[in-house]
């Protein structure tokens, strides 16, 4: 991918003037914004709750929740009580609602920020640098090429202009991430909008005072 963008650019990878690092950082910050765009790999987290607290920060390590519910707590028409839903209130504040009685855990399907890949041999499709499909890669190395041509001044790119259509769409709500997003939904049937689970440790030792 890095040995892609610099050919088809023409940037300089010799000891005196090396800009393939600028690449590589390029490649990653491609990496983060099309998984938090179009949330194509989700892990589950475990998110740890206290008595008597609503509100919480979430680590920065966490870039999008998916099916993030509206916050209103619903039931069935069989049911007496309401399952756990939840908030996002900003991008790093969660609000669990009904508010937890006792202290336990919480868990949310999230997209998680990735390593910054380094070696010739790392891979998007590698757990620890996102777990992204191969058929997706080409989207990062779309977001690579615009800021680059953006940065080389490129007359044939348009500064970049070309690739970012390409990525983004004109308005920044089409192109290839438009395209990767259709294909996420359409791989399985929309989940609940409830995607949190309320759980508590069976082992009274294991819980936060």
């Given at each position: 991918?890095?040995?892609?963008?610099?050919?088809?650019?023409?940037?300089?990878?010799?000891?005196?003037?090396?800009?393939?690092?600028?690449?590589?950082?390029?490649?990653?910050?491609?990496?983060?914004?099309?998984?938090?765009?179009?949330?194509?790999?989700?892990?589950?987290?475990?998110?740890?709750?206290?008595?008597?607290?609503?509100?919480?920060?979430?680590?920065?390590?966490?870039?999008?929740?998916?099916?993030?519910?509206?916050?209103?707590?619903?039931?069935?028409?069989?049911?007496?009580?309401?399952?756990?839903?939840?908030?996002?209130?900003?991008?790093?504040?969660?609000?669990?609602?009904?508010?937890?009685?006792?202290?336990?855990?919480?868990?949310?399907?999230?997209?998680?920020?990735?390593?910054?890949?380094?070696?010739?041999?790392?891979?998007?499709?590698?757990?620890q640098f996102g777990g992204i499909p191969f058929e997706y890669?080409?989207?990062?190395?779309?977001?690579?090429?615009?800021?680059?041509?953006?940065?080389?001044?490129?007359?044939?790119?348009?500064?970049?202009?070309?690739?970012?259509?390409?990525?983004?769409?004109?308005?920044?709500?089409?192109?290839?991430?438009?395209?990767?997003?259709?294909?996420?939904?359409?791989?399985?049937?929309?989940?609940?909008?409830?995607?949190?689970?309320?759980?508590?440790?069976?082992?009274?030792?294991?819980?936060?005072?």
């Amino acid at each position: 991918m890095r040995d892609q963008v610099v050919q088809w650019l023409g940037l300089q990878d010799i000891t005196a003037y090396d800009e393939t690092q600028l690449v590589e950082g390029l490649l990653y910050q491609g990496t983060i914004d099309m998984l938090a765009r179009t949330k194509c790999v989700a892990r589950c987290v475990q998110l740890n709750t206290q008595a008597n607290e609503d509100t919480y920060r979430l680590d920065h390590t966490i870039l999008a929740l998916v099916e993030v519910a509206d916050g209103t707590p619903r039931a069935r028409r069989d049911q007496t009580s309401y399952s756990p839903s939840f908030t996002l209130i900003r991008a790093d504040v969660l609000r669990v609602q009904p508010m937890p009685t006792t202290s336990g855990q919480v868990q949310v399907w999230a997209v998680l920020k990735p390593q910054q890949m380094t070696a010739d041999t790392d891979s998007p499709e590698l757990e620890q640098f996102g777990g992204i499909p191969f058929e997706y890669h080409d989207a990062i190395v779309l977001y690579a090429m615009w800021k680059a041509s953006d940065y080389t001044d490129d007359q044939s790119g348009q500064q970049g202009e070309r690739y970012r259509i390409l990525y983004e769409g004109q308005d920044g709500r089409g192109g290839r991430i438009s395209q990767i997003r259709t294909a996420v939904n359409r791989r399985a049937p929309r989940a609940p909008r409830a995607r949190v689970r309320l759980s508590l440790p069976d082992d009274r030792t294991l819980w936060v005072g």
